[in-house]
């Protein structure tokens, strides 16, 4: 069983939908958890940063964590054309300079 | 907020010539410097973590002495694809970690070996 788990899609939604993104992982030291949103031929970029179990919200966008689960969620409200992308989500057991560990990635069309 | 400045975002290089990526913190001490490899449609491969002024570490199967990182400084490291073969074609992405700072990735760069 890999570390983290994250089904890899595509997953296409119609513009205005409520998507929903998940990974579960296996690691109970785990305690930070992320979501990058990578566009085509890009470097990935920090959406949401969550520290041990509960919610988050910034805009659109809401992370949940429930760590008794072992499982995260990402949701994007009102979805838009630019949510296209690829989102990734990687965590780590510690705020130090240990490396992060990703999900493979879901490939989320935005469809207008 | 932090910001990581990769260069060059590409470059084709011949077979057996050697290319070298620069990752730039521009604001922040990078105490870490991440590098990875990123195949088309797929996640992202850790290839080796290096700290200022240390040697890097290397996972398994990456071949230290094909990829050469050097970390120099607070603000800089570099990767350099020695001899480089058209199976090195690929993007590679630095990530880069301060003190109080988290995992800030530059844009990536992709290298083409023909």
């Known amino acids: 069983q890999k570390e983290v788990e994250q089904d890899p899609g595509p997953l296409s939604v119609p513009e205005g939908a409520i998507v929903s993104l998940n990974c579960t992982y296996s690691n109970s030291a785990f305690q930070y958890f992320m979501w990058y949103r990578q566009y085509s031929r890009k470097g990935p970029e920090l959406l949401m940063y969550t520290y041990s179990s509960g919610n988050k919200e910034d805009g659109r966008f809401t992370a949940q964590v429930d760590k008794s689960s072992k499982y995260i969620s990402l949701f994007i409200r009102d979805s838009q054309p630019s949510d296209s992308a690829t989102y990734l989500c990687a965590m780590s057991a510690d705020s130090g300079n240990t490396p992060l560990v990703f999900g493979k990635g879901t490939r989320l069309s935005v469809i207008a | 907020g932090a910001v990581v400045s990769q260069h060059p975002s590409r470059v084709i290089c011949k077979s057996g010539t050697s290319v070298k990526i620069e990752c730039r913190s521009l604001?922040?001490?990078?105490?870490?410097m991440f590098w990875y490899r990123q195949f088309p449609k797929q996640s992202l491969m850790l290839m080796a973590t290096?700290?200022?002024?240390?040697?890097?570490?290397?996972e398994q199967g990456v071949e230290k002495d094909k990829f050469l990182i050097n970390h120099a400084s607070l603000t800089l490291s570099t990767l350099t694809v020695t001899s480089a073969h058209p199976e090195d074609s690929s993007f590679y992405i630095c990530?880069?970690?301060?003190?109080?700072?988290?995992?800030?990735f530059g844009s990536g760069t992709r290298l083409t070996v023909v």
């Open positions: 290096s700290n200022e002024g240390s040697k890097a570490t290397y």
């Open positions: 604001d922040f001490q990078a105490t870490t």
């Open positions: 990530s880069a970690k301060g003190a109080n700072y988290g995992y800030t």
